[in-house]
């Protein structure tokens, strides 16, 4: 009779591989959510500062014709 061994090391690195799985899916989805946030956030500091250098140049460009 052949003897089944107590550790299929198959099974042990199949349910390792899930379990990480199961941990980097998630983190991956929450970290792609704040880089997103970060991203939009610089992105409208930028829109901010580049309407205020535009309103700046119209206001002495506006002083000249005087």
């Known amino acids: ?3 089944m061994s107590a ?3 198959g099974d042990i690195i199949f ?3 899930m379990f990480i799985s199961l941990l980097v ?3 991956g989805i929450v970290l792609f959510i704040f880089a997103s946030r ?3 956030k610089k992105i ?3 829109e901010e500062k580049i309407d205020q250098l535009i309103k700046e140049k119209d206001e ?3 002083e ?3």
Request: aromatic content about 12%.
């Open 1 to 3: 009779m052949i003897q």
């Open 7 to 9: 550790f299929n090391w």
């Open 15 to 17: 349910q390792t591989f």
């Open 25 to 27: 899916i998630p983190i």
């Open 38 to 40: 970060k991203r939009n």
């Open 44 to 46: 409208q500091q930028l």
């Open 60 to 62: 002495r460009k506006g």
């Open 64 to 66: 000249g014709i005087r």
